[in-house]
């Protein structure tokens, strides 16, 4: 097909082959992997859910209705209401913003600063990787949850602040894994061919050995977002993190979720059921994404 | 290999030394201080000179490399010295703490080993049938389920089906054993299915990584019992791997169990440390954090000991 079309094609017959290298991945990925498969689409669903909330979510999540105030699942409220008659279903799918936002960002942001300074140690090597390594340890000792806890009181529980409480736990646990690929790439010859030529630090760090370290970074990425839809769901139930009345499936644990857990258990049981399901999702990806790209990293 | 355990162990203390540093610098950046709090109870309008007196009775109008010195030349002698919410001795304060978030540690690791281990191993031997799924399904969502919310479910589900409610003041397991286990296997479960999620995947790609070496097939060449050169060739290498990840588990859940002893009411550690932040305790923080990250220190360090030990191929390098 890419040789019968019109010379005036060339660049369009370069996407379509790259389309089609990329369509064939996903396939192998789907067919050798279904369970990898089944996390991608629960992980697509979510992000969807996500984007349409104003459409889908039946009500609004902030609006209080007394009149209806801790009523059962029914026709009109299909996951029932919580303590303020706001509706449970609404609630959840506007929190999947919140959770994803905070994934995402933490994730993100964690998995790139921890590579860069995985890589930067173990390029420069001597005392400054040395250096690198006995900070890291310390950050390493803290619990996560303690350190978080202590980011959130310095920096207070706006949003953004969230996400970088969660994403100072997770660098140095980053880099570590990735310094130790990094290592074993600064003796690839390519390296020594780039230094020889003359390039600078960051042009071989970053135009030749970060793109090496793709496999494990990709694949703490995923481990990360889990952990930290699960991190600030916890931190949100302990009342530092997401403030009400904005949407998040930690906050909706908290309180009166507990306090009427007999006679309204929906509210306890749903937004439990969403962090579960989302957090699966990525892992159950990030695991077939593991197995396909490193399976020696197994000690996420 | 001597030489080595020797240097991992001095380096043990810049370690420390740096985890004090930084919880000492990043208390002090919480905005608000004890004094202002505790003062800011009784009225809006109580004058500097009570504050600047208050200060000085913690010690702190001093300058902060003083506070530091003292603070760190006390904990070098373990005395944290005292509590500057309740004035009551940090010791007294935490022992109790401890024992507790100790024994649900302690528990949680016993829940987490006994299913951890057999389903593992199970799994790898079975790969990729359905129980090998199962198995990974279980334990990918162990990891996805927040213990907390799992505690929820817990004391819901016994409260609807059975009408009981586990005790909900803590009863130290010397005082009354049975009251105290009523209480805690609940906590243990909810903490112990997560964790188990982690080793349990851990021993399934040990297990998987073992026995495809070398060893496995000579031994079953010279036709050995399959239950010994499982027992004995395989799961006895496959352990190490398997052994890192529950000692670094455990030593993470001293402190680390914040939201599930919120959820059973239980005065741990993690609780002390989330009420100690909030009232700006610097003493009480300060001695909870060195002592959580320090016990982890510990159990890297014996982990390594562990390893000399069980390994000889890492004795005698």
């Given at each position: 097909m890419a040789i019968s079309s019109a010379p005036g094609d060339v660049v369009l017959v370069g996407e379509e082959t790259r389309f089609r290298r990329w369509s064939a991945a996903v396939r192998d990925f789907c067919v050798g992997r279904p369970l990898g498969a089944i996390g991608a689409a629960i992980v697509v669903v979510m992000l969807v859910?996500?984007?349409?909330?104003?459409?889908?979510?039946?009500?609004?999540?902030?609006?209080v209705d007394f009149a209806a105030m801790l009523s059962k699942p029914s026709s009109q409220h299909w996951l029932g209401t919580d303590a303020f008659g706001r509706d449970v279903l609404s609630r959840l799918?506007?929190?999947?913003?919140?959770?994803?936002?905070?994934?995402?960002?933490?994730?993100?942001?964690?998995?790139?600063?921890?590579?860069?300074?995985?890589?930067?140690?173990?390029?420069f090597g001597g005392r400054l990787d040395l250096y690198t390594q006995r900070l890291m340890d310390i950050f390493l000792s803290f619990p996560l949850i303690i350190l978080a806890l202590a980011?959130?009181?310095?920096?207070?529980?706006?949003?953004?602040?969230?996400?970088?409480?969660?994403?100072?736990?997770?660098?140095p646990r980053c880099a570590l894994v990735i310094r130790s690929s990094a290592l074993s790439i600064r003796e690839m010859p390519y390296v020594d061919a780039a230094r020889a030529a003359g390039f600078g630090h960051t042009r071989i760090i970053l135009r030749h050995m970060l793109p090496n370290v793709?496999?494990?970074?990709?694949?703490?990425?995923?481990?990360?977002?889990?952990?930290?839809?699960?991190?600030?769901?916890?931190?949100s139930f302990l009342g530092l993190g997401v403030q009400e009345?904005?949407?998040?499936?930690?906050?909706?644990?908290?309180?009166?979720?507990?306090?009427?857990?007999?006679?309204?258990?929906?509210?306890?049981?749903?937004?439990?059921?969403?962090?579960?399901?989302?957090?699966?999702?990525?892992?159950?990806?990030?695991?077939?994404?593991?197995?396909?790209?490193?399976?020696?990293?197994?000690s996420l | 290999m001597k030489k080595y355990l020797f240097k991992r162990f001095l380096l043990m203390f810049p370690t420390l030394l740096g985890v004090a540093v930084l919880i000492f610098v990043l208390i002090r950046i919480v905005p608000g201080d004890v004094v202002e709090l505790r003062l800011a109870g009784d009225s809006s309008s109580v004058s500097e000179k009570v504050l600047a007196e208050e200060r000085a009775k913690h010690g702190l109008d001093k300058p902060v490399w003083q506070q530091f010195a003292t603070w760190v030349w006390g904990a070098m002698r373990l005395d944290f010295g005292k509590s500057m919410w309740t004035g009551a001795p940090i010791s007294e304060e935490i022992k109790l703490r401890f024992a507790l978030s100790l024994q649900l540690a302690i528990m949680a690791t016993a829940v987490a080993v006994v299913i951890a281990i057999p389903l593992g191993v199970i799994s790898a031997l079975k790969q990729d049938t359905w129980i090998d799924y199962t198995v990974r399904i279980a334990s990918i969502a162990g990891l996805a389920t927040p213990s907390f919310w799992l505690g929820i479910v817990f004391i819901l589900c016994l409260l609807i089906f059975f009408k009981w409610l586990p005790p909900m003041v803590y009863t130290p397991f010397w005082v009354n054993p049975w009251q105290n286990m009523l209480q805690?296997?609940?906590?243990?479960?909810?903490?112990?299915?997560?964790?188990?999620?982690?080793?349990?995947?851990?021993?399934?790609?040990?297990?998987?990584?073992?026995?495809?070496?070398?060893?496995?097939?000579?031994?079953?060449?010279?036709g050995l019992v399959e239950k010994l050169i499982l027992s004995r060739h395989a799961l006895k290498?496959?352990?190490?791997?398997?052994v890192t990840v529950i000692c670094l588990e455990f030593a993470f859940l001293l402190g680390g169990l914040v939201v599930t002893e919120q959820v059973f009411n239980l005065n741990g550690l993690g609780l002390l440390f989330v009420q100690a932040v909030a009232h700006r305790d610097y003493t009480l923080v300060q001695a909870l954090v060195l002592i959580v990250a320090g016990f982890f220190i510990v159990v890297n360090f014996a982990m390594d000991i562990l390893y000399a030990w069980l390994d000889p191929r890492i004795r005698f390098r």
């Open positions: 859910v996500a984007a349409l909330a104003g459409l889908l979510a039946p009500y609004d999540p902030v609006t799918i506007y929190g999947s913003r919140t959770a994803l936002f905070v994934g995402f960002g933490a994730a993100f942001i964690g998995a790139t600063v921890g590579a860069v300074l995985g890589v930067g140690s173990a390029y980011i959130v009181a310095i920096l207070g529980n706006a949003l953004h602040n969230l996400v970088m409480a969660i994403t100072i736990p997770m660098i793709m496999a494990p970074y990709l694949i703490l990425l995923t481990a990360f977002l889990g952990q930290a839809i699960l991190l600030e769901s916890s931190l009345p904005t949407a998040a499936w930690g906050l909706m644990l908290r309180g009166a979720a507990v306090e009427f857990a007999e006679t309204a258990p929906w509210m306890a049981i749903f937004p439990g059921l969403a962090i579960s399901l989302a957090v699966f999702a990525f892992n159950l990806f990030g695991d077939s994404l593991r197995d396909a790209l490193d399976p020696k990293l197994r | 805690l296997i609940w906590p243990a479960l909810a903490v112990g299915y997560r964790y188990s999620a982690v080793a349990t995947r851990m021993t399934r790609s040990a297990m998987l990584e073992v026995l495809r070496e070398d060893y496995i097939r000579t031994a079953r060449a010279k290498n496959a352990l190490l791997p398997v």
